[in-house]
C-alpha cells in the first residue's frame, strides 16, 4: 500500500451466541470493500476478534462510519454482539515484512 | 491510553507445524511486558495471525526490536515460524468504544 494510509483497528470480545453476528459481518466486510478509499482488510478471532481495515484518508473512514447499513450494524455491535470493543485509528507511519 | 502512542500492528500466517513457536511466542510476550514504554498486547489467531502491541515512543519500538531475544525471535520467524508477515508501524490518532 502506498503510504500515507490509516489503520482502523477493531479490537472486540464477542458476547455468547450468533445473534445474526456471523451473516451482518460478511455483508459488513462486502460492503466495505465496495467503498471509496478501501485498501485492505484482515481479521482474526480467538479468545477476542481483531479486524484491521485500512483506507486511504480520514476522510473515506468518516464515510464509511456514516454509511446507513454500517451505522445499524453498529448499533447492533453495541447492543447485541460485543461484551466490549475498541476502535483506534491510526497513521501508517511505516511497514516491512515477507510477502505473501 | 494516553495519547500520543503507537501501535505495531504484526499480520502472519504461520507455517504448520510447532517447531517451538508457541513457547517463544510467549515468552517474547512476557519479555515486552518488562520494556521500557510497553503499553498493551493484543493477539488473535485463525486463518491468519493479528498481533498488536501499544508503545509511548517510536524509540520504545525500535529498543524492543532490537533486544537480543526479540533478534533471535525475528530470526526463527523468518526462516521456521511464518510463510508471510507485514509489520506496521502505526501513530494512534483517536479511539473510542465500550470498555471492558
Redesign the interface.
Known amino acids: 500500500m502506498t503510504k500515507p494510509y490509516y489503520?482502523v483497528?477493531f479490537?472486540s470480545?464477542r458476547t455468547s451466541g450468533d445473534h445474526g453476528y456471523d451473516a451482518m459481518a460478511q455483508k459488513m466486510e462486502d460492503l466495505a470493500r465496495q467503498q471509496p478509499g478501501f485498501l485492505g482488510f484482515?481479521?482474526?478471532?480467538?479468545?477476542?476478534?481483531?479486524?484491521?481495515s485500512y483506507w486511504e484518508s480520514?476522510q473515506d473512514i468518516a464515510h464509511w462510519k456514516s454509511n446507513t447499513d454500517h451505522l445499524i450494524a453498529q448499533e447492533k455491535g453495541?447492543t447485541d454482539w460485543?461484551?466490549?470493543?475498541?476502535?483506534?485509528?491510526?497513521?501508517?507511519?511505516?511497514?516491512?515484512?515477507?510477502?505473501?
Open positions: 489503520a483497528i479490537t470480545k484482515e481479521s482474526a478471532r480467538d479468545e477476542i476478534g481483531i479486524s484491521v480520514l453495541r460485543y461484551a466490549w470493543y475498541k476502535v483506534r485509528i491510526c497513521l501508517v507511519e511505516r511497514e516491512y515484512g515477507i510477502d505473501q
